[in-house]
């Protein structure tokens, strides 16, 4: 597949995810909720999980940003869900270094967030779509919160 066809198929997942969000809405039955803003522009997430026996047995987002930001909270719902904490960890590393330029793993099946590796290339885009990815990690309780 040939670069630009390459940008059309990213292009058009991220839009897919920002116009049909997975994984919308606020959990009933959650057991851990995480609130994250972009100060720079005022975006926001609110994310609730239901963790038990160490798994993300269901997750939901609801938010306001840019399709960015959004595309990736879905996205990262729709991976992180079944897994346990310490792989939802792993991925949101793995998220990060993507959007860092660093080479990730070729062995992982990045699914759909494979279409925001471009955005390593806007500085100014990465924390928007890193904000859910931030979420998530303080969520499972990585950051020491918990
Ligand atoms: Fe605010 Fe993208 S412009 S998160």
């Known amino acids: 597949m040939s670069i630009k066809n390459l940008d059309q198929l990213y292009r058009s997942v ?3 995810h920002y116009k049909n969000p997975r994984n ?3 959990l009933d039955e959650n057991n851990v909720t995480v609130d994250m803003n972009n100060p720079t522009c005022g975006d926001v997430i609110h994310l609730t999980l239901k963790v038990e026996d160490d798994i993300v047995q269901d997750a ?8 960015i930001s959004m595309a990736s909270a ?3 719902t729709q991976m992180i869900k079944g897994k346990n904490t310490s792989e939802a960890v792993k991925i949101a590393q793995v ?3 993507m959007m860092l330029g660093k080479d990730v793993d070729d062995s992982l099946d990045l699914g759909d967030i494979e279409a925001l590796s471009g ?3 806007f500085p100014a885009r990465i924390k928007c779509a890193t904000l859910a990815w931030k979420a998530i ?3 499972v309780g990585q950051d ?3």
Do not use: H, L, N, Y
């Open 119 to 121: 955005v390593a290339k």
């Open 144 to 146: 020491d919160e918990q």
């Open 24 to 26: 919308k809405g606020v």
């Open 60 to 67: 939901k987002f609801e938010g306001e940003g840019c399709s």
């Open 95 to 97: 998220f990060s270094d």
């Open 74 to 76: 879905s996205m990262m």
């Open 14 to 16: 991220i839009m897919d």
């Open 137 to 139: 990690e303080k969520g």
